[in-house]
């Protein structure tokens, strides 16, 4: 067993580096629960290391076993305390009370809610409250790693306590491995039993992954024809609108738009940061303001990845036994948060807004005031007051305007970003352009 570990951890470090190594598994953050010819177990000392393991270094480490043991490994790994793996859904036929695939600790009391999210959390909360009744089906959809599959679980892990039973979350890789392994089988009639007398609340995500597969998109239909039939609560998640998931059937596009449409945006910094001190509580990390800012400024387009980066840090902060400051993470986490280089000035950043709206840089120093000279000003004079840290003196400076109408122009391009999703998005777009990143 130790000269497998050893011809293993040898492999690895090949793979992944010698402090990454040293960080994750010589201090012993993960180890070796057991093996066997084409099967292996890892154990990571707590749930924080086992999410950053398994997000960053699980295929490094299938590949490592691989080469030593000359054969494809089943490689699982799991942490000290964690709920037992749900049995097969054969063994589970029959009872309502099987295990539900849902994840205990994404629950709406933990679920942290901003301008980005308000909505779908509100309908989610409804749904929970009153399955099969409020918005049936839900869709939400957003881009990965802001939240969905919280939310998915979050009301499944409500409807589970009230009702005590006939949740189910699946993906959609879930759904298609399960209807393959019945038809493998020949027990397919059991298969679609089961959506029609065991489960009363269906949460099936990533289903833009079923678009294409045809023998998977008539099963899905199916199941949404039987389970709407008898009322009973269907949520869905995607990282697009039903309207836009390529080579989806029309009936299925039909019917899964036929309910109420959920988006979750990124979120803001303050909401960022609000999920940064939540997380940090959990791991019991000191996380100072400074670092908290620094963190949401550079990965708010996504939680998961947010989290990813904390887990991380703590995981530094463990070994190397240093309080977490800028300091620190701009020495041990630099790919992550590079030190900040300097703001982009004001001829830069007019230029690039300019040439982003095909308009000239003389136009929006200008007076003309037809509207596609206007909206960029406003938006380029915004953009120097949040991205370059300018006061509104230097901002008209540089605008040749007075300070009245560039406080004016930020405070409105403020105000229409709150309701506007779309003006959102440019925005971190334009950030990005004069940023010199996009």
């Known amino acids: 067993m130790e000269a497998t570990w050893a011809a293993f ?28 010819p084409g099967r292996v177990r890892l154990l990571a000392e707590n749930r924080a290391t086992f999410e950053w393991v398994r997000d960053n270094f699980l295929t490094d480490i299938r590949t490592a076993w691989e080469e030593v043991q000359g054969r494809p490994v089943d490689v699982k790994v799991s942490w000290d305390g964690a709920p037992p793996e749900p049995e097969p859904m054969e063994h589970r036929r029959g009872s309502r009370r099987g295990a539900s695939r849902l994840e205990r600790g994404m629950a709406f009391e ?15 909360c409804a749904v929970a409250d009153e399955p099969g009744v409020a918005y049936n089906p839900l869709f939400i959809y957003g881009s990965t790693g802001l ?5 998915m679980h979050a009301i499944g892990n409500r409807v589970e306590r009230r009702l005590g039973g006939g949740v189910e979350y699946m993906t959609a890789q879930q759904f298609f491995d399960a209807m393959v392994s019945a038809f493998q089988n020949r027990n397919i009639s059991d298969f679609r039993e089961r959506f029609r007398s065991e489960i009363d609340v269906l949460l099936l995500d990533d289903v833009q992954f079923i678009a ?52 979750v945006q990124p979120p803001d910094v303050e909401t960022m940061m609000a999920i940064l001190g939540r997380k940090a509580e959990v791991l019991q990390l000191i996380l100072p303001s400074d670092v908290q800012y620094a963190i949401a400024q550079r990965v708010r387009n996504s939680v998961r ?77 915004y953009l120097c007051r949040t991205v370059a840290r300018l ?12 300070n009245s ?20 998005a440019e925005l971190e777009l334009l950030e990005k352009i004069v940023r010199g990143e996009g």
Request: with cysteine.
């Open 9 to 36: 951890c040898a492999a690895l470090e090949r793979r992944i580096g010698a402090q990454n190594m040293e960080i994750w598994f010589s201090s012993g953050a993960l180890r070796l629960g057991s093996t066997e």
């Open 110 to 124: 933990n679920f942290v809610v901003g301008k980005c999210n308000e909505f779908a959390h509100g309908v989610a």
């Open 147 to 151: 939240g969905k599959t919280h939310l």
């Open 212 to 263: 294409g597969r045809d023998r998977t998109e008539e099963e899905v239909f199916h199941v949404f024809e039987w389970m709407m039939q008898s009322r009973k609560q269907i949520v869905l998640c995607a990282d697009r609108p039903p309207n836009e998931i390529g080579k989806l059937e029309p009936r299925l596009r039909t019917r899964f738009s036929q309910g109420l449409i959920a988006d």
């Open 305 to 381: 990845e947010a989290e990813g980066v904390l887990n991380r840090l703590a995981a530094l902060h463990a070994f190397y036994g240093k309080p977490v400051s800028m300091a620190f993470i701009q020495e041990r986490m630099a790919d992550v948060l590079p030190p900040d280089s300097p703001p982009p000035s004001p001829e830069v950043i007019i230029q690039r807004v300019a040439e982003h709206y095909h308009i000239r840089s003389s136009d929006i120093r200008g007076d003309r005031r037809p509207a596609n000279i206007v909206f960029p000003r406003q938006l380029a004079m």
């Open 391 to 402: 006061s509104f003196p230097e901002i008209a400076r540089a605008f040749e305007r007075d």
């Open 405 to 424: 109408t560039v406080q004016y122009a930020c405070k409105k391009v403020t105000k229409d970003a709150k309701t506007d999703p779309n003006l959102r």
